[in-house]
């Protein structure tokens, strides 16, 4: 090596001591990095739980997160900017959490005063029973309130594991995401824009700070220059430019702004549910389309009757479920349950009950009008008002076969429409079941008036509750609505509360949810009060048969069954869930009726309407076939279902073609710039070792990022004119092109190599080339350089090939 070179070598190997920086500025630099990165994290791991709201109810639960999430980034962040103290920021934030733990709401629970582990465990597991036994959202509740809190904590403490490691920083988002992700599962719309885009303002601000947490601050070293204007200002561009990609991919991507299934499907199936979840979980149970059987019955009726298992009475609230402040009887055993029906025209019919596989759910699948239940082995409760009844854990795990006795009504229309002319009105007895819901957008009422003119015609309601009852179940079976059980879940309004079934008036397509919820809401607004039944539509007929006998009758209040009466058997399985409404009519109780197309059988007080046959009209199959299907009006059937399928597998195309489209583009841009990564390192690498390699290594990064930056070496351009032009056009790092152009020619025609000790010195000359080129394009052009890097490309005739020194 060339004395000039040595000491040029010298010189850049010491350059002169940094000015030391003051002693307020170190101190500064030290207390408000660390509480910057802090509140970063903390932002992103906050907004990440934030997104639970929905999968939890309301926001109750949250304000108890901010105080310990903070104080525990804040504690470890701290810690970690003291060299001598880093080992202690993670111990310093478990602790932290401990305390949240310990001293948060819920231990007002602990009336035993257990162990601090063993009551931390059966908070979690009293948390994790009401999780797995409600359909999101979870009713806030201080176990449930916990566990979210032991979960965000989770969340931060492996946050400041990965943040312990500048290497391992960058993955903190990985822990991030975990809440968002399961709120876009759970909730119908989605983890939230707005929490998503938090998310990735905290972390773009905290990987911003990275250089500077990881940066020593004592006198003794030089500080780390404060980021440009230039470089804030990409920061910035870069975060909209992402919160734009997430608002793109937030109008057709399931997860953003819909959730990835149905209105509040949980993970945890039929796992000791206290309710089917009366009507969200029907329709997943109905797009399973498992024929796998549930329980199988054998009755004396002509007709399969339809089994309730829960009643939704409340329709003005946001959210329909079955009510808990109903009064319930305790029941043990074989009993005569009390009846709130009237037994008018009614016949007195026997089902024998078996469950294959167990009873799995605490709900008993009962006949309307049940007065007499045997064989029950323990506690059961029956609600007197709906007609429910629910099992003890210690029935439902020694119980298996069940005889029920029930009344099953056989009236007619003009039965019914004569009782109801006498005593006081419906309307005057159940007032609490004529409730609409709150229309704060005046959307609903409109849309619900607007329908029942189209339901009755100039006409008007009918004077009799019966005549109009009938007039709206034939409405929704007449072939203006068609059977869909995945347009809803596409659209994005399965379930059922006041904004789906508006939104189901609309569209005219749905389930039986959607019908049984549209038809209560409409006979109230008619003035008839309607509740909303959940269960199973009749079973399917398995062709065996068996014939009552002495021992079935054994216990029976009613004898009126004759010895050798056939019982026909059914089985039924998750295909039969249905839901379906009751109307209350006057003399004759709660009635019910069957709006859904297609499903179950029309009462024989509310028949179908004899069609008007001419040649060109068919009846429609009343079972579908398919499992999105149209309505009895055979006209419409080939037309609505072509429709419902077309629009389905184009709307399923394009949902796929997109994020497969954007996949490959971002997979195609990617390429250039791994592959000019992948050049770089390997020189870099050679430089490092030195030997007789390094100055062509050194050579060939030079070139190519003069060709990256628009300053490319000619095709017959030596190594000394090359970097001579460069040092003329780019006085600002004449010295380091210098240099680089030394050593190179040293190596070459002097056989003096680069040995591994001046590395340091050459890449630190290469870099500055690097940055002056760059920071003399603008924005776009450095973009193109980046992800269409010309040293990369395939060599032109006439132009200079790339050197893969």
């Known amino acids: 090596m060339s004395a000039d070179l040595a000491a040029r070598l010298a010189q850049i190997a010491n350059p002169p001591a940094p000015t030391p920086e003051p002693g307020y500025k170190r101190a500064l630099r030290w207390l408000l990095v660390p509480i910057a990165a802090a509140c970063c994290l903390a932002v992103a791991v906050l907004a990440g739980s934030a997104s639970l709201s929905g999968v939890v109810e309301g926001a109750r639960w949250f304000p108890a997160l901010v105080v310990p999430i903070l104080a525990l980034h804040l504690s470890a962040a701290v810690l970690r900017a003291i060299p001598r103290l880093r080992w202690a920021a993670f111990p310093a934030a478990a602790i932290v959490a401990l305390l949240a733990v310990a001293f948060s709401e819920a231990r007002t629970l602990n009336l035993g005063n257990l162990p601090f582990t063993q009551w931390v465990w059966a908070m979690l597991s009293e ?95 030089a500080r780390v220059p404060l980021p440009k204007p230039r470089t804030l200002g990409i920061l910035g561009i870069t975060a909209m430019a992402c919160i734009s990609v997430l608002l793109a991919a937030s109008s057709w991507m399931p997860g953003f702004r819909n959730g990835m299934f149905s209105e509040g499907q949980r993970p945890s199936g039929d796992l000791l549910a206290s309710n089917v979840d009366p009507l969200i979980n029907l329709g997943r149970d109905l797009r399973s389309n498992s024929g796998v059987p549930i329980l199988t019955y054998y009755t004396t009726a002509e007709k399969a009757p339809y089994l309730r298992t829960q009643v939704i009475k409340d329709l003005s609230a946001d959210r329909w479920e079955p ?67 629910g099992l003890s854990s210690e029935a ?34 159940l007032p609490e079941y004529l409730k609409l819901p709150q229309d704060p957008d005046n959307g609903l009422e409109p849309l ?78 008619a003035g008839i009060p309607s509740r909303i039944v959940v269960g199973y539509a009749p079973g399917e007929a398995t062709g065996e048969s068996i014939n009552f006998n002495d021992d079935m009758s054994r216990g029976m209040l009613d004898r009126s069954i004759e010895d050798g009466t056939e019982l026909t058997g059914y089985s039924v399985s998750g295909k039969q869930s249905h839901a379906w409404p009751e109307l209350y009519l006057n003399g004759m109780g709660w009635v019910s009726f069957e709006p859904t197309p297609g499903r179950g059988y029309s009462p024989s007080y509310a028949p179908e309407p004899t069609p008007t046959s001419t040649p060109q009209e068919s009846t429609a199959p009343e079972v579908p076939t ?54 770089r390192q390997e020189r870099l690498e050679r430089v490092r070792r030195g030997g007789d390699s390094a100055a062509r290594a050194l050579l060939a990064e030079l070139q ?62 290469l870099r500055a080339v690097q940055e002056n080129l760059r920071s003399e394009l603008s924005f776009i052009q450095r973009c193109s350089a980046f992800l269409f890097p010309n040293s990369v490309r395939p060599a032109r005739p006439g132009k200079r090939p790339r050197i893969n020194a």
């Open 626 to 679: 398919e499992r999105s299907v149209p309505s009895a009006s055979a006209s419409a059937t080939p037309t609505a279902q072509a429709d419902a399928v077309g629009n389905e597998a184009q709307d399923s195309f394009v949902a796929w073609l997109v994020p497969v489209l954007l996949v490959a583009a971002c997979f195609a841009l990617s390429v250039s710039p791994w592959i000019r990564h992948r050049q």
């Open 127 to 221: 948390a994790g029973m009401q999780l797995a036994t409600q359909v999101p959202p979870v009713a806030t509740s201080l176990p449930v309130a916990f566990s979210v809190l032991c979960f965000t904590l989770a969340i931060s403490l492996a946050v400041e594991l990965l943040a312990g490691s500048r290497r391992l920083a960058m993955l903190s988002i990985i822990p991030i995401t975990l809440a968002p992700i399961i709120a876009s599962l759970f909730k119908q719309e989605g983890a939230g824009i707005g929490y998503l885009a938090l998310i990735l303002l905290g972390m773009l601000g905290y990987i911003a700070l990275i250089p500077y947490l990881f940066a020593p601050v004592s006198a003794k070293h």
């Open 396 to 429: 439902r795990a020694s119980t298996n076969d069940i005889s029920v006795t029930y009344a099953d009504l056989f009236i007619n229309t003009e039965m019914v429409r004569n009782i109801g002319q006498l005593g006081i009105s419906a309307a005057a007895q």
């Open 704 to 765: 190519a990022i003069g060709a990256d930056y628009r300053e490319p070496a000619g095709h017959h351009e030596s190594a000394g004119d090359y970097t001579t032009r460069l040092s003329e056009n780019h006085p600002q790092v004449a010295d380091e092109l210098q240099t680089l152009k030394t050593v190179v020619q040293e190596s070459f025609y002097a056989n003096r190599h680069l040995g591994a000790e001046d590395s340091t010195i050459l890449l630190d000359a």
């Open 448 to 525: 619900l008036q607007q329908t029942l003119n189209e339901v009755f015609g100039q006409g008007g309601i009918p004077a009799n509750d019966i005549d109009a009852a009938i007039a709206l179940q034939h409405f929704f079976r007449s072939g203006d609505f068609v059977y869909s059980e995945r347009t809803p879940l596409r659209e994005g309004y399965d379930g059922a509360n006041s904004r789906v079934v508006e939104a189901f008036l609309s569209r005219r397509q749905g389930y039986c949810v959607h019908f049984a919820s549209a038809m209560a809401l409409l006979a109230r607004k």
């Open 323 to 389: 009510s808990e402040d109903m009064l319930t009887s305790t029941l043990n055993g074989t009993t005569a349950v009390p009846k709130n029906f009237n037994e008018l025209n009614s016949t007195n019919e026997l089902l024998q009950m078996n469950w294959p596989g167990g009873i799995s759910t605490s709900v008993l699948p009962l006949p309307n009008r049940a007065h007499f239940v045997q064989g029950i082995a323990g506690d059961w409760n029956w609600t007197y008002e709906t007609s429910v009844a």
